[in-house]
């Protein structure tokens, strides 16, 4: 069965402190690997898309990467404004549409 | 551009009743999915529309439908409302192309059933 996992499930740093998000996933051949920010009452902003194990992608503090069973998410030096909900979803191959599989995402809380 | 926009943004229903939200993609974007989130089970598939048709369909009963319209726009259908159906109804639209599979997600229509 396709699945998506994230850890940790909350992380709190001190402003400045530089972390790693988790999202490991087993899905039946991977089309594409993505990347949303959730503030709470608003829906997913869309932030990256990987496809291929070796793939990177940076935005201002972030930096995603893929290997063949997980993805990481840098956060280089955050801010407080970067305190979010992180949501990680696949979308898998040889499927009709796009349904994304979501992982329950990370809770990050930064602090000044 | 506009983004992707959902109405009503809020709405309280009683066991029972059946709901129609409604959805705007973004200019020329010809997919339109919807998804259903709760603190328990997260981001769940709902179905996927594309040129007015239904591509897609996540695990949930039948009491839950949707349509999409020859401008794109999209409505879905709840009946029958039970309690477990309180959430948050978000819908994201994509181009469509075969190129790029990036969905642009609206605010949602937080439903709440009494």
Known sequence: ?112 | KAGVTQTPRYLIKTRGQQVTLSCSPISGHRSVSWYQQTPGQGLQFLFEYFSETQRNKGNFPGRFSGRQFSNSRSEMNVSTLELGDSALYLCASRAGSYSSYEQYFGPGTRLTVT
């Open chain 1, 1 to 112: 069965e396709d699945q998506v996992t994230q850890s940790p499930e909350a992380l709190r740093l001190q402003e400045g402190e530089s972390s790693s998000l988790n999202c490991s996933y087993t899905v039946s051949g991977l089309r594409g690997l993505f990347w949303y920010r959730q503030d709470p009452g608003k829906g997913p902003e869309f932030l990256f898309t990987l496809y291929s194990a070796g793939e990177e992608k940076e935005k201002e503090r972030l930096k995603a990467t893929l290997t063949k069973k997980e993805s990481f998410l840098h956060i280089t030096a955050p801010k407080p404004e970067d305190s979010a909900t992180y949501l990680c979803a696949v979308h898998r191959l040889n499927q009709a549409g796009t349904a994304l599989i979501f992982g329950k995402g990370t809770t990050l809380s930064v602090s000044s």
